[in-house]
């Protein structure tokens, strides 16, 4: 079983900054696609952020400049910077390991904006 290890999450106010961190083994990382999905209660998961292997990011339009997902191969560590947070973007946040078919989740973290 993969582990992906989460951090980072926790409360802000409108219009603040976080930064989530994800580390996985070094067998997966160089060769999958890390992401970062979240899931607000009685609402389904939805994608926030991915980032192949070379570096490509994608991004839904609800968090296009906003939100930034970067991979450090040295650590085999994916980071999400969050800035000008909303208080729609309370949510749990998964991390994601995903490669064809294959998806590894992390145990999620939580995200509150709030005032």
């Known amino acids: 079983q993969v582990q992906l290890v989460e951090s980072g999450g926790g409360l802000v106010q409108p219009g603040g900054s976080l930064n989530l961190s994800c580390a996985a083994p070094?067998?997966?990382?160089?060769?999958?696609?890390m992401g970062w999905y979240r899931q607000a209660p009685g609402k389904q998961r939805e994608l926030v952020a991915r980032?192949?292997?070379?570096?490509?990011?994608e991004y839904p339009d609800s968090v296009k400049d906003r939100f930034t997902i970067s991979r450090d191969s040295a650590k085999n560590t994916v980071h999400l910077q969050m800035n000008n947070l909303k208080p729609d973007d309370t949510a749990v946040y998964y991390c994601?390991?995903?490669?064809?078919?294959?998806?590894?989740w992390g145990q999620g973290t939580q995200v509150t904006v709030s005032s």
């Open positions: 994601s390991a995903s490669f064809g078919v294959v998806t590894f």
């Open positions: 070094g067998s997966i990382f160089s060769i999958y696609t």
């Open positions: 980032i192949t292997p070379s570096s490509r990011a």
